[in-house]
Antibody, heavy 115, light 107 residues
Framework: EVQLVESGGGLVKPGGSLRLSCEAS????????MSWVRQAPGKGLEWVSS???????YYADSVKGRFTISRDNVKNLVFLEMNSLRAEDTAVYYC?????????WGQGTLVSVSS | DIQMTQSPSSLSASIGDRVTITCRAS??????LQWYQQKPGKAPKLLIY???RLEGGVPSRFSGSGSGTDFSLTISSLQPEDLATYYC?????????FGQGTKVEVK
């Protein structure tokens, strides 16, 4: 089955860290760029970061310097390392496959930043 | 970053109505424009890519048009299952941006 499954979300205190993982299956993982998109409670979609074919990496200004995206093409995994977390990082984080736009999304993992 | 502005932010229409949502980019994005549908509690679903190309399995009542900076999504005959929020997205630049969303309610 073609799917993406995220994990690693949870409750963390401001200033803390989390590492999100996304496991891909059912397609040739190394042939696709991968992205993270988040959605704060009751809000719209916000692109967070992408790791493209060839290893090109991009971040939204709101997370640059705090978040790091990486991938393991052997294990079909993409990661989002999140440091110095803030209350405004609270959101559902989706992993997404790049094709024309993003044609495959995971179910999302909730990150809550609160003291 | 390119700003994407959708209108309206919400709308209410009757079953069978023709519904149009517009999306304006702050600068040209050529044809790098996608539309997504998101139902409550679910991940977004790609409906249309490259302005007007229908993703596989998407009903033909959905269509997209536009170029440059102005784009639209049309539902030709609104169905109850179309209750959702719709987002446009530009992928012209490496740093993507989404519109703020249009919530479609069925009267």
């Amino acid at each position: 089955e073609v799917q993406l499954v995220e994990s690693g979300g949870g409750l963390v205190k401001p200033g803390g860290s989390l590492r999100l993982s996304c496991e891909a299956s059912g397609f040739t993982f190394s042939s696709h760029g991968m992205s993270w998109v988040r959605q704060a409670p009751g809000k719209g979609l916000e692109w967070v970061s992408s790791i493209r074919i060839g290893g090109f990496i991009y971040y939204a200004d709101s997370v640059k310097g705090r978040f790091t995206i990486s991938r393991d093409n052997v294990k079909n995994l993409v990661f989002l390392e999140m440091n110095s977390l803030r209350a405004e990082d609270t959101a559902v984080y989706y992993c997404a496959r790049e094709s024309f736009g993003t044609d495959l999304w995971g179910q999302g993992t909730l990150v809550s930043v609160s003291s | 970053d390119i700003q994407m502005t959708q209108s309206p932010s919400s709308l209410s229409a009757s079953i069978g109505d023709r519904v149009t949502i517009t999306c304006r980019a702050s600068q040209t994005i050529k044809s790098f424009l996608q539309w997504y549908q998101q139902k409550p509690g679910k991940a977004p679903k790609l409906l249309i890519y490259s302005v007007s190309r229908l993703e596989g399995g998407v009903p033909s009542r959905f269509s997209g048009s536009g170029s440059g900076t102005d784009f639209s999504l049309t539902i030709s005959s609104l169905q109850p299952e179309d209750l959702a929020t719709y987002y446009c997205q530009q992928t012209f630049t490496a740093r993507w941006t989404f519109g703020q969303g249009t919530k479609v309610e069925v009267k």
